[in-house]
């Protein structure tokens, strides 16, 4: 059963940035300002520019593989199943913690208003949550757009009544602790970020995503980080430095400076809604991963139930609620890097992914969303985040190491034995060593997934070429030779002689030439009978030599039908001349590995379809 694809673009957009403005902005800037100072400010802003690498890299493979499981689903795809699994759980892991670390710092806030355990708060509102998630997805997106653009009203407030009351004395020293600090702190508040991964998680369920999900993720990412960099800016402007380390608060404590107990009471309630819409995508978005992971046979099937009636997956919904609620429990700084360190490595695969994608020269990777300045971006993203990882510390890694080990554990002991899959690295070792690795499996599901895209419904052209005979020819030929072997080819289908067949072709050429273009010739037939029809293509790198001044052909779409067919053999032309006319097909064409290759480049081909 397929997911409903009921989310647009401002869906897109508040499931991302209400992920990720959240405890990233109303608790790390205190603790983040005691590692770097002022300099907090560059912190963020670096943070903000690697999630930049990581963001563009991950929309363009959401653009050529809208799925649900997000950056796991290309992962898988791009370097296996192995990777796969340790990505998925990671992110899984990942999204889960930063929902726990939202309702985490609940607690700071509620106090403010009512001095209540953060139990008696977090666990019902993760429940409420969870039920929420599972009735339907529209009505949770239906939520968060009412809690973001809440929110991001109550931060413009913020910014424009806080600059004016900025102290730049406060801004000195500015990097008291060193650049060093200042890169470590961008690794610790890396995890503001993270809300970028949900919407790729969500990508089926969006309507028209290879459009709507890249560029859901950049205006969200752009919000954001003028967003955080304003909101730290007047925090750490209007508060000394011994009110602001350390602080679970700093935006309330901003607050108090410019606007009085009833500003601290707007931002106590902004809070409460930034902490309330993390913890609803996060349970949206993380549910997704073990559903993906349960259809490539990664893990148990039961996790990829999703249910008659609503339409959601309620076993991984109900089960990321229980892991949410279990992380409650965990100390704050811990939380923080842990679920850092995890999102970066999750960024880094996907700058791995799209150079692998790439460079495997995959004829249905077809991307509809490019990253701009490949492979710049994606050799900076992964640099930024092996530096982050670096400076993050020690507890941080080894908790990412572990992770990684039980992702590598259920693989091999669950996984390995029970799925095989194609994937993107096989080719591209492939393509450098000439070895035959593969069998079409992964550009067949790329076809699929390309159709289903583009909502794209097959007509009876594409079901001819997915039945047609495809000659794939090496050496060089004349005319007479290329018709000579398409008759003995096509006969037994059209119910006719070869030497007939030959000679019909023979003479429709005579009739008038059927090259259409450089390098593409359409010889058709009409044949005598009824309820005929049937089409050969055929490929010659080294050239068939056509009479005339034609140049050499390269590639021959043969069309042959009995008269009663006259209808469909004007659209199977229209069809053909439609996506000959395509800048890339003839390059496309060219390129094809094999008779299969060769066949999808007119079953992916633009034109209009019946």
Known sequence: MNLKKELNLLDVFCIASGAMISSGLFILPGLAHAKAGPAVIVSYFLAGLLALTGMLSQAELVSAMPKAGGDYFYVMRSMGPAVGTVSGILTWFSLSLKSAFALVGMAAFTKILVDVDIRLIAVPLCALFVGINIIGTKDTATIQRGLVVGLLGI?????????????????????????????????????????????????????????????????????????????VFVTSGVLVA?????????????????????????????????????????????????????????????????????????????????????????????????????????????????IVMRESHLRNYQPLFHSPLYPWVQLLGITGCILLLLGIGAAALLAGCILIGGGLFVYWFYGRIRTTREYALLHLVERLTSKHLTNHLLETELKDIIRERDDIALDRFDHLIEKCIVLDIDRRLTMEEFFGEVAVAMSPRVNMEPDVLFRLLEEREKESSTVMGAGLAIPHLVLEGEKTFDILLARCKPGIEFRGNAPDIHAVFVLAGTKDERNFHLRALAAIAQIGQDLHFYKKWIRAKGEEALRDTVLLGKRLRH
């Not at 102290?167 to 610790?188: D, H, M, R, W, Y």
């Not at 890396?190 to 890249?214: I, N, Q, W």
Request: proline fraction near 5%.
């Open 155 to 231: 931060l413009v407030y913020y910014i424009v009544r806080g600059i004016p009351a900025v102290q730049i004395q406060n801004f000195e020293p500015f990097a008291p602790k060193g650049v060093t600090a200042v890169l470590s702190t961008a690794g610790f508040v890396f995890v503001s970020y993270g809300g970028l991964l949900k919407t790729a998680a969500m990508a089926e369920e969006v309507r028209d995503p290879a459009r709507t999900v890249p560029l859901g993720m950049i205006l969200s990412l752009l919000v954001v980080s003028v967003v955080y960099t304003l909101v």
């Open 242 to 354: 011994a009110e602001l380390d350390y602080s679970m608060t700093p935006i309330s404590d901003g607050a108090t400076a410019f606007l009085g107990r009833g500003g601290v009471l707007l931002v106590s309630i902004a809070a409460i809604l930034a902490f309330v819409s993390t913890a609803n995508a996060g349970i949206m978005a993380a549910s997704r991963y073990p559903m993906a992971l349960s259809r490539d046979r990664l893990i148990p099937v039961f996790f990829g139930e999703i249910n008659e009636r609503f339409q959601t997956p309620h076993v991984t919904i109900l089960i990321t609620g229980c892991f949410i609620i279990a992380m409650l429990f965990l100390e704050l700084d811990l939380l923080v890097k842990v679920a850092s360190s995890v999102l970066i490595l999750t960024f880094l695969f996907s700058c791995l992914s799209v």
